[in-house]
């Protein structure tokens, strides 16, 4: 019975992740507001603060030639697909879409929403600094959420108080150690539950109310650690790029012809939507807000050190790396970004230098599978260090 | 081993204490190859059409003649594109450890890099003296730089593979043609061929503009010596050459015994021969 409780609460989770144009009505029919964003640079915490549901626009995965006419070729399949649920009107119950200036991919969709499926009057363009590793960024950051926080209360015909924010703070690092929790659990050699499982529920809270994910995630915790490990997980696989949510694409990583399974995800879908925390109980709680989302792990598209072009996110991925213990890491990312490649060309020789082996995967719309399985065997074999 | 079916006629299957099998789908040619104790002894080249039927087709064309049926092969293991279609073979294995393992089988040791240009991808691989695979690189899901492009091309122009590959050495001047997609140089070649350009002049561009979409993926995963080229494309000597030139290294001389082609279902074919031994002396 215990282990059909689990099982039940994973699929409730990957259904909403898959499903999210469905939770959004629901959230409407019980009277709820809610708020679409783009890109995780947005802090749902000031939204939430004032009574919004805010929740991620993800891809549908449908060939979409329609936004063609509005978004360039050359633009990110995640971008184009965004732009085509708007345009299609599977968020028309939304009361707000919001975005940062951050990637133009997204910026892009984001304007497409905008200008041509009827959100003119109900959206909403964040400045975020174009660097986050500078002395400016912070107090940048804190002005932008000021004016973010100002238009939401004018939306919303009411204040957001310091307590309405230090909840919501509070609200949203509570579903950020829940999360991390889940995450831990792979790091077992015999973990209770899976990487596309976890990735699974990673993705529906991006989509969730917060304290009803956070209800959910901790059931979902107390029973798996009550629970023993599943299998022994084979070969340890680290994905690192950006952001993809086609949990098809995961199943097919622990479903080749070897056995593997996913560890860890660093990517702004995954372990980058939640690995940090906004700190608590400080006075000003738009500086708090800045100071916490200035600490997160990096996107390439901000995450580069005036001077010496470091790039910090690769400190994260070693720290990953080191906790994680992967047999072979995973780049990922969009045909047609550039700032996540730009990250592989530097990040590689790195992973090279600790001996792991690696291959990469570009996405789009639809992915060629047949393909992707072939590399990912192909990795697993050079790994196993197969010889005939 | 080379043409569509190949035998060995001085060998004699029924002496032999391992009889192990490569298949091979690929997107273009499906191939199977058999081996008696290690040594090659048939193979046969089939154009694929839906997978399941073209494994069948190649293994049939290699048993063909031989008195060898299907129960007879100790262990066959399948690669390539459909490998997995190839509902009679034991194991599989992919086209980058096979290609690497029939690599170093023909060439010998020194082989460290391996480019595999076939007819739907391209690959570069990495290789240990034992033929093991460390790293690999494959094309993106652009066609350009791969043989259905260059059949494509050699249909705008009205020349079979060949004649294009002759003509592209031979010619000293050559328009810049995009390398980044295959579609791109097409209609970069179409309005050359409307604007009179002579069409020696049109080949060679479009042949340097797919040997430099090559040349990039081999840099991006680094020369290492020695160098081989295989796959379909490797019998393109407009290619090979152009590669190396870009590539300012030269890869070691095809074996006429082989058709490059054979490499990887090779490779397959010793793997097969690996499970063989290995359940042997389990046993």
């Known amino acids: 019975m215990e282990k059909k409780g689990r099982d039940a609460i994973i699929e409730r989770f990957r259904h909403i992740a898959e499903n999210t144009p469905e939770y959004v009505r629901s959230l409407k029919e019980k009277g709820r507001l809610s708020a679409g964003y783009m890109c995780t640079h947005v802090p749902e915490e000031i939204l939430y603060a004032a009574g919004i549901v805010p929740l991620r626009i993800l891809t549908s995965h449908e060939s979409q030639a329609m936004t063609r006419g509005y978004i360039h070729e050359t633009y990110c399949s995640f971008s184009h697909d965004c732009a085509y649920q708007g345009l299609k009107g599977d968020y028309d119950h939304l009361d707000l879409i919001v975005t940062s200036s951050s990637c133009i991919h997204m910026g892009e969709a984001f304007n497409v929403w905008v200008r041509f499926a009827g959100f003119q009057d109900k959206s909403y363009l964040m400045q975020y600094p174009h660097i986050i590793h500078t002395k400016p960024a912070g107090g940048f950051m804190a002005e932008s959420f000021k004016q973010f926080k100002e238009f939401v209360e004018k939306l919303t015909k009411r204040s957001v108080t310091d307590n309405d924010l230090e909840e919501a703070i509070k609200v949203y690092n509570h579903n950020r150690r829940l999360l991390k929790r889940l995450w831990e659990f792979l790091r077992h050699d015999r973990p209770p539950i899976t990487g596309p499982e976890v990735a699974a529920v990673t993705l529906a809270s991006q989509v969730m109310d917060k304290k009803e994910c956070n209800g959910m995630l901790e059931q979902l915790i107390e029973r798996l650690e009550a629970e023993p490990g599943q299998a022994a997980p084979g070969v340890r696989l680290m994905v690192t790029g950006g952001a993809c949510d086609d949990l098809g694409l995961f199943d097919l990583m622990e479903h080749l012809r070897y056995d593997t399974s996913i560890i860890f995800i660093d990517s702004c879908t995954a372990a980058r939507y939640f690995w940090f925390e906004v700190p608590e109980g400080r006075h000003d709680k738009l500086e708090a807000l800045a100071e916490g989302y200035i600490g997160k792990i990096p996107c390439p598209a901000k995450d580069t050190v005036p001077g010496t072009g470091e790039k910090k996110r690769f400190r994260f991925v070693q720290q990953f790396i080191e906790d994680f213990k992967p047999d072979g890491v995973i780049f990922l990312y969009q045909r047609f970004c550039s700032p996540q490649p730009m990250d592989v060309v530097a990040l590689k020789p790195i992973v090279d230098k600790l001996g792991i082996p690696s291959t990469e995967l570009e996405l789009d719309t639809t992915v060629p599978k047949a393909q992707f399985q072939t590399q990912l065997e192909a990795l697993v074999e050079i790994i196993k260090g197969v010889t005939p | ?283």
């Open chain 2, 1 to 283: 081993m080379s043409g569509n079916v190949s035998i060995n006629k001085k060998m004699d299957w029924t002496k032999a204490r391992v009889i192990a099998a490569g298949v091979d789908i690929g997107a273009a040619t499906s191939k199977a190859l058999i081996l008696l104790d290690g040594q090659p002894y048939a193979s046969s080249q089939v154009t694929t059409r839906p997978h399941g039927e073209s494994a069948f087709d190649a293994m049939k064309g290699a048993l063909e003649e031989t008195g060898l049926k299907l129960e007879n092969i100790n262990c066959i293991v399948a690669t390539g594109r459909g490998g997995a279609q190839a509902t009679f073979a034991h194991k599989a294995v992919s086209e980058i450890a096979c290609g690497a393992a029939g690599a170093v089988r023909i060439w010998g040791p020194s082989v460290r890099t391996v480019l595999d240009i076939g007819g739907q991808s391209c690959r570069v691989i990495h290789c240990t003296e034992k033929g093991r695979a460390t790293a690999f690189l494959w094309n993106d899901k652009c066609a350009a730089g791969i043989g259905r492009s260059m059949e494509a091309f050699g249909d705008l122009v009205g020349k079979g593979l060949a004649e294009t590959a002759e003509i592209a050495l031979r010619s000293d001047k050559f328009p810049k043609l995009s390398d980044f997609c295959a579609v791109y140089a097409q209609s970069e070649a179409l309005d050359l061929v409307r604007s009179k350009m002579p069409v020696e002049e049109l080949i060679a561009g479009y042949y340097h503009a797919v040997a430099r979409r090559i040349s990039t993926l081999v840099n991006r995963l680094g020369m290492k010596k020695d160098f081989v080229i295989i796959g379909g494309l490797a019998r393109n000597p407009g290619i090979t050459g152009l590669v190396e030139g870009i590539l300012k290294v030269s890869s070691l001389a095809p074996d006429p015994e082989w058709d490059p082609a054979l490499v990887p279902v090779l490779g397959a074919a010793l793997y097969a021969e690996g499970f063989c031994k290995r359940q042997g002396s389990d046993a």
